[in-house]
């Protein structure tokens, strides 16, 4: 078993998690720098925005976390705000910072669907990264198996938990979120195949298929009224990119609310 802590600074412990998480936002703000320029963005309005956004995605993943495990914070308040002990979620985090994106454009007066389209490739990108946060702690996990004998050894004894080999979910979702960023990077210059809008709306319908049958293997979902909560947001993801996907074709246009206020 590896040790989820990477190093010791005094009495303060850096865990594998969280530098899985600050490389793959490190390596996505660079990306979106560098794809800035092509849409007339400045690369230090990334910057600016991700000093905005982070620490509320942060603050949106533990909120939704709490909000569906209220029946045991309700009795625990003062654990809360207590983070280091885990319990984050990924859509709280991609909603607050989508919201956060949104307004930052608006104030800004930068091309929000532009915005979102350098953005989209890093995000999938982080995404990947991060998943392997969860390797570390031994969580996101499926199912128990006889054997992992299609993996590496490390992965197989990292995976064996509680007296099993488990489902490794996360490989399984970092591996086809980079394919979709893969994907998004070798299509998004070709404008015939991916018009302005079509990479974000490409990262929505992705992700949201990935995550919706990955979800379905996983044994440690939060769950809402009997249903897992992951499942249904993705399935609103997928509707909502192929939704809007469709009317950006048929109509050669993006919807109002997205457009660029400077128009």
């Known amino acids: 078993m590896i040790d989820p802590t990477a190093l010791k600074l005094g009495p303060f412990d850096i865990r594998w998690y969280a530098l899985c998480i600050i490389t ?6 660079y990306l979106a720098m560098k794809e800035a320029p092509r849409k007339k963005i400045n690369p230090d309005s990334v910057l600016d925005f991700i000093l905005l ?15 569906f495990e209220w029946s045991y914070y309700k009795n625990h308040l003062p654990e809360v705000f207590a983070i280091w002990n885990g319990g984050i979620a990924i ?5 607050a910072g989508a919201l956060v994106l949104y307004f930052f454009t608006r104030h800004q007066l930068i091309d929000t669907v532009d915005f979102l389209d350098i953005a989209a490739p890093g995000v999938l990108i982080a995404q990947s990264l991060g998943r392997w946060g969860n390797f570390f702690n031994q969580e996101a996990f499926g199912k128990s198996v006889q054997h992992l004998n299609y993996l590496p050894e490390a992965i197989r004894n990292q995976m064996y938990i509680d007296g099993a080999y488990r489902t490794p ?6 591996l086809w979120n980079l394919l979709g960023f893969i994907i998004i990077i070798s299509l998004r210059h070709k404008p015939k195949l991916l018009k302005k809008g079509e990479p974000s709306l ?10 919706f049958v990955i979800e379905g293997m996983r044994t440690d979902s939060l769950m809402l009224a ?14 909502v990119g192929l939704g809007l996907w469709i009317y950006r074709r048929r109509h050669f246009d993006i919807p109002f609310y997205l457009k660029n206020v400077n128009k």
């Open 24 to 29: 793959g936002v490190m390596l996505a703000v």
């Open 53 to 67: 956004a982070f620490p509320i995605a942060i603050l949106g993943a533990r909120f939704y976390y709490v909000i």
């Open 91 to 95: 859509y709280g985090g991609l909603i």
């Open 169 to 174: 979910t996360f490989l399984y979702e970092s």
């Open 202 to 211: 490409f990262y929505l319908v992705w992700y949201g298929c990935g995550r």
């Open 226 to 239: 009997g249903l897992r909560v992951s499942q249904w947001l993705s399935a609103l993801l997928v509707i």
